[in-house]
């Protein structure tokens, strides 16, 4: 497969394989059904979302618990990530390719994309951003590391892997006819639903 980027190329490969066993167990899903609980509170019932870079599917696992009548769909890069989020029975479609080389007419009531854009080339973001938009036929969640201008930081000993950045306030600004309805944020040292300190966003199309 060709990638558009070094960091496609990354997560794709031996580190994206690695990162699955750092990301799953019954103290994540909890943490993600708490979370998901937060960012959601606000929105009118959803039938369906599509996550883009969906790993194993544990955001979509405790999504499936929370909303049990709720239609999954993942897109996931990582050929051996992959294998495990399609072991769920729930899922209904599920995309072996990277964010970028994705292609679909069908709409979603959410799409969501949690910790995946700070590993995206800056270079690509407004065509994932077109992606998430397009996708949507009603809200996106966006829950990211954030910062008020864009920098580059070390990502375990590898450079240009991990970016922050508003990356909410460049898709506001790049869709004027969203709305920014809710936000929040989840801490790392939360006593008992920790997360990796995600910023989140959720955006309403007109």
Not at 2 to 15: H, M
Not at 40 to 69: C, H, R, T, W
Not at 108 to 118: A, M, P, R, T, W
Request: net charge positive.
């Amino acid at each position: 497969m060709k990638y558009k980027s070094e960091q496609e190329e990354f997560w794709a490969g031996d580190f994206g394989n690695l990162y699955i066993n750092r990301n799953k167990g019954n103290k994540l899903l909890a943490s993600n059904i708490n979370f998901f609980h937060n960012a959601l509170k606000n929105q009118k019932k959803i039938k369906s979302v599509i996550e883009f870079g969906a790993n194993i599917g544990m955001n979509l696992k405790a999504l499936g618990i929370m909303y049990p009548d709720l239609e999954l769909n993942g897109i996931e890069i990582n050929k051996k990530a992959f294998g495990e989020l399609t072991k769920n029975k729930r899922i209904k479609k599920a995309y072996n390719c990277s964010i970028n080389s994705f292609k679909t007419e069908e709409k979603y009531d959410l799409s969501l994309i949690k910790g995946v854009l700070i590993h995206i080339n800056p270079t690509l973001l407004n065509e994932v951003y077109t992606k998430l938009y397009e996708s949507s036929n009603k809200y996106i969640l966006i829950a990211e590391y954030y910062n008020p201008s864009p920098i580059s930081i070390n990502y375990r000993g590898f450079e240009d892997k991990l970016f922050k950045r508003d990356f909410a306030g460049e898709f506001l600004d790049l869709f004027p006819k969203t709305t920014l309805i809710d936000y929040g944020f989840a801490y790392h040292r939360d006593n008992n639903f920790p997360q990796d300190d995600i910023t989140w966003f959720l955006i309403e199309k007109e």
